[in-house]
């Protein structure tokens, strides 16, 4: 009995492991996204810049899913398509990460 | 300690020219001071001149005059203009002439050649140091990635500098002092308001202070203003198992039992809800999950709590009712230092909930949110480095930590346990982990994982005697600084900067300059292509009166900005209102609504050792301070007259005081100014530093007796979850 609750539990730390796993891929990586962040977008969206100054706490977490769902509505779309997949969901990951309303707004800088 | 001293100015011969100079700072001309200060400037006597600039001598920074003669600091003045310290400087702020005129400062570079901590030192040249810092950076940099560095500063105006640094290494592993103080805190307003308010303490007819100590761990304006507010009728009650300077003067000093400050505010809401004593607008307008609160709280009767807490349901039901009757001018106090227990983002959520049933957000005498100025910046983009792991060296050791702050208790465990990846340098600056973070051994044992560490700092803090390499920094009256913003309740919102009163002493050189050079050997010469001149004028771009008041009165306010400037406005949080039940907290499997968990009960033979401040000590950074040592030449224990009778401990007499992990011998304080189950001690004793010669083997370190416990949430340091025997020497 023991050797079989044994090996549910080991059964379930892996799936859970592999959401785990799963979920922190989906997110991206904030870190590189911070940097992907400021290389692809601050060019345009700063002081003095083409667009607004753009930051992580300017939106929501929901805006920012928003904002990743529809893209292709963005005027900077075409700066978009030549991003890959990897470095979006990284952006993501850091924008939705410091959102607005979430537990680790940026600061300003 | 045995330092060279060629080419400079001997130990010995500073002590006798300090001494005289002790003897004569006011008044009188201190002659002797001239030796301190360079040709140039002494040849034209009796120059006076004033000079705005902001004390350091704690995290405040209120407004001060220096006066200079000769070139000589004689004498620091409160600057009236300073709405922030209400034209005041304290006890530690007069004596920063003294950390400026320190026989014990950091002359120049010191290489460590013994052991670590064994205190035998070789001069090296400004040159040679950054050198070998820069080729350990470099070593460990390539061999660890670059987030097998380590970087902690202090609040310091020049710590932006060092995080910049950092940034463009490309380590993400930078803690501050924050997590031994008050992330708890902030955790727990920032997750129901969305944002950290500020009390409006001048304001308020009716405060309530759990555990804070203002008329001695000193804040500004609120300090101040607590003391003008009850002249003008506020009643102040005080929830603390200690007797402090503040119970003395409140209205009511409740001596609860320590850890349970939870149960006190659910049942203070509990009676706001159940006898409709809230402000119903406001919560049905401004909050989330009211409905939730209101079951939650109903079995967390004044009755329940009195048992918890110690003190009389019947007054725990009037201080609600008076709570109520005074709002929304009425707070309960946020406080600062919130690292105490497991459960500490918790309890502070329930100091929140109860300020937001009360319905004083925004408004005079309650919690407010004054705009900061926005100052500029010089903006670089820091270069991503490939072979980085992907998460800070502590992420996922506490529930919810903040990201740019981390926990120290936390990064130490994972140095030490080298997981989940390798961390083999560490620079610190003005930050001393080895006197405010809890469990010393423990520190001791991170450092013995570290292939090198190097400390800046103005005298040698028992962290610079453990480094490898140390590095002397000026004091704050004598570098140039950049714009600082900052908020001051309803006094203002406003900027300070400082510039140099006197040239810097000896070889000290400001850590901007410092990581300036390391980034130089580094090849990240670019991202430091600045000055502090250009910095500033980055920040003041935009704001040409705050540039011309600095110039003239040393300090710019932004007055009236305080209240009804949030109106209409969401609340940062998911719900955009204030979650007095937290559906993020839920999702995370962390209680949604604070859940009462009872202290460890104090085993028998044993007390519970707490933390805290007086008003001339800020932690270990002050208890060298020649001036303020006369106030305090060693620490005590505080124990009750019961259980020392019960132990044989007479006033005066050492006892040794012991925990699972360390042990100090110092003098009792037989009192009953603390709880019979309830000790305490002062911080900044007990040092292992030979370089702080006036507190050198005086008194017990409290971070060698605290056991190292972490908020569940935040990853704050818990030090009030140690249990200490004491027993007579």
Not at chain 2, 118 to 128: A, D, V
Not at chain 2, 192 to 209: A, F, L, N, Q, R
Not at chain 2, 594 to 613: D, K, L, M
Request: proline share 5%; glycine share 6%.
């Amino acid at each position: 009995m023991l050797k079989r609750i044994g090996s549910v539990l080991i059964i379930l730390f892996f799936v859970f492991a592999a959401i785990g796993i799963v979920m922190a891929a989906d997110k991206g990586n904030a870190r590189k996204g911070k940097y992907l962040f400021r290389k692809n977008c601050r060019t345009c969206h700063c002081e003095d810049g083409s667009a607004k100054p753009l930051s992580p706490i300017d939106k929501t977490q929901a805006q920012w899913d928003e904002v990743f769902k529809s893209i292709d509505k963005l005027s900077c779309t075409k700066e978009w398509a030549k991003l890959s997949e990897k470095d979006r969901n990284d952006m993501y990951a850091h924008l939705w990460g410091h959102a607005f309303d979430s537990p680790s707004p940026a600061k300003c800088k | 300690m045995p330092m060279k001293t060629k080419g400079t100015m001997s130990r010995r011969s500073f002590m006798k020219l300090s001494a005289a100079a002790a003897a004569t700072t006011v008044g009188s001309s201190s002659r002797i001071l001239y030796a301190l200060v360079s040709e140039k400037q002494g040849t034209q006597p009796n120059q006076l001149r004033d000079q705005f600039s902001a004390c350091d001598m704690c995290f405040n920074k209120c407004g001060l005059i220096a006066r200079v003669e000769d070139g000589v600091v004689k004498k620091l003045d409160p600057n009236p203009k300073s709405l922030k310290s209400r034209g005041m400087l304290c006890a530690r702020g007069n004596a920063g002439v003294r950390q400026l005129y320190d026989p014990d400062r950091l002359k120049y570079p010191l290489l460590r050649k013994g052991q670590r901590g064994e205190g035998r030192w070789q001069r090296l040249s400004w040159e040679q140091a950054l050198d070998h810092a820069a080729e350990q950076m470099e070593r460990i940099g390539q061999k660890y990635t670059r987030c097998g560095f380590l970087f902690m500063a202090g609040t310091d105006m020049q710590s932006t500098f060092v995080h910049h640094f950092a940034e463009v290494y490309g380590s993400y592993n930078v803690i501050s002092h924050e997590s031994n103080c008050l992330l708890s805190r902030n955790r727990a307003f920032l997750d129901t308001y969305g944002v950290v308010p500020t009390p409006d303490i001048i304001h308020s007819k009716h405060v309530i202070m759990p555990g804070a100590n203002r008329f001695e761990a000193l804040v500004t304006p609120d300090s101040i203003d607590l003391m003008t507010a009850m002249q003008n009728g506020c009643k102040l009650v005080v929830l603390d198992p200690r007797f402090t300077k503040t119970a003395a003067l409140a209205d009511e000093w409740f001596a609860i039992k320590p850890g349970t400050d939870m149960a006190f505010f659910l049942a203070v809401a509990q009676v706001l809800i159940s006898e409709n004593l809230y402000d119903q607008k406001f919560v049905a307008e401004k909050t989330s999950g009211f409905e939730e609160l209101r079951t939650h709280v109903q079995p967390y009767t004044p009755e329940w709590a009195a048992g918890e807490t110690e003190i009389p349901a019947k007054d725990i039901r009037r201080l609600a009712r008076e709570l109520a009757a005074a709002a929304p001018t009425a707070m309960v106090y946020p406080g600062r230092r919130s690292s105490d227990y497991k459960d500490s983002t918790q309890i502070r959520r329930s100091f929140a909930i109860v300020n937001a049933l009360l319905g004083n957000w925004d408004q005079k005498g309650g919690l407010i949110l004054p705009k900061k100025i926005k100052t500029g910046s010089i903006s670089h983009d820091p270069p991503f480095y490939e072979d980085n792991p992907d998460d800070r060296v502590d992420a996922g050791r506490a529930q919810m930590m903040f990201d740019e702050e981390g926990s120290f208790k936390h990064t130490r465990d994972a140095v030490i346990e080298g997981k989940p990846y390798p961390i083999k340098g560490w620079l610190t600056y003005k930050t001393n982990p080895m006197q405010t973070g809890a469990n010393r051994n423990k520190t001791i044992e991170m450092i013995h994982k570290l292939d090198f560490m190097v400390t800046v700092d103005i005298a040698m803090s028992d962290t610079a005697w453990m480094a490898d390499l140390v590095l002397p920094a000026p004091s704050y009256l004598e570098r140039q600084d950049p714009v600082s913003a900052f908020l001051a309740s309803s006094a203002c919102s406003g900027v300070l900067t400082r510039d140099p009163v006197v040239p810097a002493l000896f070889e000290s050189k400001p850590v901007f300059w410092i990581v300036k050079e390391l980034a130089k050997r580094l090849d990240l010469a670019e991202y430091f292509d600045f000055t502090i001149e250009d910095f500033r004028k980055a920040q003041l771009k935009k704001l040409p009166e705050v540039a011309k008041a600095l110039k003239n009165d040393g300090v710019y306010n932004l007055v009236g900005h305080s209240h009804g400037i949030h109106e209409g406005k969401p609340f940062k949080t998911r719900s955009k209102k204030i979650e007095l039940y937290n559906s993020r907290y839920a999702e995370n499997g962390i209680n949604p609504l604070p859940v009462y968990r009872p202290p460890q009960a104090v085993p028998e033979n044993h007390f519970r050792i707490v933390v805290g401040r007086n008003a001339y000590i800020t932690q270990s950074a002050s208890t060298n301070n020649t001036l303020l040592w006369e106030l305090e030449h060693e620490n005590c224990l505080w124990i009750h007259p019961v259980p020392a009778k019960r132990l044989g401990i007479q006033n005066e007499k050492l006892v040794e005081v012991q925990s699972a992990v360390g042990k100090g011998w110092l003098k009792a304080r037989v009192t009953e100014d603390t709880r019979p189950d309830t000790v305490y001690m002062d911080t900044g004793f007990g040092v292992i530093s030979e370089g702080l010669s006036k507190i050198f083997g005086k008194g017990a370190c409290i971070a060698d007796v605290l056991e190292d416990h972490a908020d569940r949430i935040s990853g704050n340091m818990a030090m009030h979850e140690t249990f200490v025997t004491v027993s007579k020497i």
